[in-house]
Every structure is written in structure tokens, then in C-alpha cells.
């Protein structure tokens, strides 16, 4: 079961990732890393379509 939480996680960061590459949050905000997947996902593909 670790080998889950740790692609999740490492999805996550990823997405967090992209996420500041992109503009929309900055590595200062720490309450992003409180996000789940599916919120990341979301507001990823919410971006990406805009």
C-alpha cells in the first residue's frame, strides 16, 4: 500500500509543479500542498482549457 501514497504524492507534486511553472500559484503558497489530487487535477485542466 506505500507504493500508492508514494505516486500519489509524487503526482501531486507534479501537478503543484506545473501548476507555479504555469503561473497560477507561486512556490510561496504553502496552503497549495494541502490540496488534494483531484483538486490539483481540477484546477489544472480548468486552467489548461481558459
Do not use: C
Not at 508514494?6 to 503561473?23: M, N, P, S, T
Request: glycine share 2%.
Amino acid at each position: 500500500m506505500p507504493f500508492l501514497r508514494e505516486a500519489v504524492e509524487r503526482k501531486r507534486e507534479q501537478f503543484i509543479r506545473l501548476l507555479v511553472e504555469a503561473g497560477v500559484y507561486k512556490e510561496s503558497d504553502e496552503w497549495v500542498k494541502n490540496l488534494t489530487l483531484s483538486e490539483l487535477v481540477y484546477v489544472f485542466n480548468k486552467h489548461k482549457s481558459e
